[in-house]
């Protein structure tokens, strides 16, 4: 595994000194419901990576046996229509709401935003400080979802995560569950479907294809985001767990806690500054960053949120 220090091309983060907190919704949670919900065994599999693509400063490695009870966990990222009917149920106001503006990718915004000369993010200028920008406005005021509701619902901070799975009566995988679900009963491979990207030329994921961030070929079909069920599901019947958006998972984000720390159903450091991310994005590539491998890691501010950040559910079993 290579020492590199590249910062994540997907990530985007707001950097607050004093992040907003969750929201503590004063509703009556949805009755507990698991349909659509996939039951997985737990058991012991092998976490991490110790593979030379590998970031080594992301703490990827070691290569640790992990052992899980059992859980449920969706099949796909929430979606537009699914995150619609939390706000409509709830009022909620998301964070990117409340700052009034969210991280748009200036391949996705139209010319009369890029006429505004858009105030862009330090360390990577293809990210642009969008007023009006949200789960409902992805790239702007002059945007909407009414043709992308099986979507992955996008702009969603952690906290705003958070908040959907108190709703929903459900909460976020750990960042141990959603490696060995993403994983599919593999074991050890790059990606949850084996090792080689594109298996006899055949795309299984939605990630940037050409150049980044110059130019994309668009050769898996899509430039922003996909359908959340797109692609083949892996061994699990998880669909885009590399890909398409980046997933919060509930843990505290650390690259060394993990080195020496508990190995039954681990849920991370009791503290820290971002929250883990897994399973890259649409904008991910090998010539940049090739976080789009199962064993991957990335983290945010848990109030940050951009146009390729989503998440999926979990549920005890």
Same mark, same amino acid.
Not at 6 to 34: F, H, I, M, W, Y
């Given at each position: ?12 983060? /707001? #950097?607050?000194?004093? %992040? ?25 599999? +092998? ?13 990827? #490695? ?5 052992? +899980? ?62 007023? #009006? ?39 976020? %995988? ?6 060995? &679900? ?21 795309? =299984? ?85 090739? =976080?789009? /491998?199962? &064993? ?15 998440? /999926? ?5």
């Amino acid at each position: 595994m290579e020492n590199k220090n590249q910062p994540a091309c997907c990530t985007a983060s /707001r #950097g607050s000194e004093n %992040p907003l907190a969750p929201t503590k919704l004063d509703v009556v949670p949805k009755p507990v419901n698991n349909n659509n919900m996939i039951p997985l065994p737990g058991g012991s599999f +092998l976490m991490g990576t110790e593979d030379e693509e590998g970031f080594l400063a992301d703490g990827e #490695g070691p290569i640790r046996a992990i052992k +899980l009870k059992p859980f449920y966990i969706s099949p796909t990222a929430v979606t537009n229509l699914q995150f619609q009917e939390f706000i409509q149920a709830t009022g909620y106001i998301t964070d990117a709401e409340k700052y009034e503006w969210s991280f748009v990718f200036d391949g996705l915004l139209s010319e009369k935003i890029k006429n505004t000369d858009p105030q862009v993010a330090a360390n990577a200028p293809w990210w642009c400080v969008i007023p #009006g920008a949200r789960w409902n406005q992805p790239e702007g005021p002059d945007s909407h979802i009414n043709d992308r509701m099986n979507h992955p619902v996008v702009h969603v901070s952690w906290n705003d995560a958070m908040t959907y799975c108190q709703w929903a009566a459900k909460r976020l %995988p750990t960042e141990a569950e959603w490696e060995y &679900a993403a994983r599919g009963s593999l074991v050890q491979n790059k990606y949850p479907w084996g090792n080689e990207l594109t298996p006899d030329g055949e795309h =299984r994921c939605n990630i940037w294809q050409g150049s980044f961030p110059e130019y994309n070929s668009l050769e898996d079909g899509f430039l922003g985001t996909a359908p959340v069920d797109s692609f083949k599901p892996n061994d699990f019947g998880l669909y885009n767990v590399a890909g398409n958006v980046w997933e919060w998972c509930s843990d505290w984000f650390s690259a060394t806690f993990h080195i020496n720390g508990t190995i039954e159903n681990p849920k991370g450091p009791v503290k820290g500054e971002t929250k883990v991310m897994r399973g890259g994005s649409f904008l991910c590539h090998k010539s940049y960053c090739n =976080r789009y /491998r199962v &064993a991957a890691r990335s983290s945010n501010t848990s109030d940050s949120s951009a146009s390729n950040l989503g998440f /999926r559910c979990a549920m005890d079993l």
